[in-house]
């Protein structure tokens, strides 16, 4: 489960009473709504809306190669989209799944970097996901009524009881506060920072591969000779 933005605000609101969202969400003016809601959380954050909305894109494209290549590696395979940086959590049964989930991250364009933390272990039972679940949703919290920290800018997973983070930090101050947060929450054993500060330079994204030349037919091809030249063993 990935708790960040707007998803995570909408699951605070109905915590405190307010199931408005749910109710609004099964019409088209509450779709209109979520959509709405949606653009002005990612035009807040640090990452602005056009790479707010280019992560998101990437990282639903990304989901659906991990359904195409494994659908039990999909599922087990938890997946962060930040600024073009994709981190990879959770835990599979086979090294082959792993390194899968990796290269059907570095196909998707617009990708900058990919972080492996994927575990090759026996899978997390039901209790151990209700738990981690309901750890990432205390961490982020917490950071939600944390004044001094911009909440939005930050993505949070939790796996077997480790918080993992990504995201843009306003500064060295704010992200201490976010990891100390987290380490704060009952049950976390240890908190696995990726988060960059908006002062630190982001990774290139990488050029898209080369075109490969076009295949022309032989007799197309300067200095070839035609098909039927060739068969007769004529030489022009």
């Known amino acids: 489960m990935r708790v960040a ?15 408005v969202l749910i109710l609004a969400g099964c019409s088209p003016i509450g779709t209109a709504i979520g959509a709405a809601a949606f653009t002005a959380d990612l ?7 056009y790479q707010g909305l280019d992560d998101h894109r990437m990282w639903i494209a990304i989901n659906g190669r991990f359904v195409a290549a494994d659908l039990e590696m999909a599922q087990q395979v938890h997946l962060q989209v930040q600024e073009g940086r ?5 835990v599979v049964q086979k090294q082959e799944q792993r390194l899968a989930a990796v290269k059907a991250a570095w196909e998707e364009p617009g990708v900058r970097e990919v972080i492996n933390t994927i575990r090759v ?36 997973e939790c796996i077997d009881n480790v918080v993992y983070l990504i995201g843009v930090g306003q500064d060295q101050t704010e992200l201490q506060r976010v990891v100390d947060h987290a380490r704060d ?3 976390v054993r240890s908190v696995e920072n990726y988060v960059r500060l908006k002062t630190d330079p982001l990774l290139p994204e990488p ?14 091809q ?15």
């Open 43 to 49: 035009a807040t954050q640090e990452r602005g809306l």
């Open 185 to 187: 929450v009952p049950y």
């Open 121 to 156: 272990a026996r899978g997390r039972d039901l209790g151990q996901i209700t738990q981690d679940e309901y750890l990432a949703r205390r961490v982020w919290l917490k950071l939600f009524v944390d004044r001094g920290v911009r909440a939005n800018n930050y993505s949070i």
């Open 207 to 220: 050029p898209p591969p080369a075109k490969a030349p076009e295949i022309l037919p032989a007799e197309a």
């Open 86 to 90: 994709v981190l990879l959590s959770g």
């Open 222 to 236: 300067p200095g070839l000779i035609g098909g039927a030249q060739a068969s007769n063993g004529q030489l022009p």
């Open 5 to 19: 933005g707007f998803l995570s605000a909408s699951w605070v609101l109905v915590l405190s009473g307010m199931p």
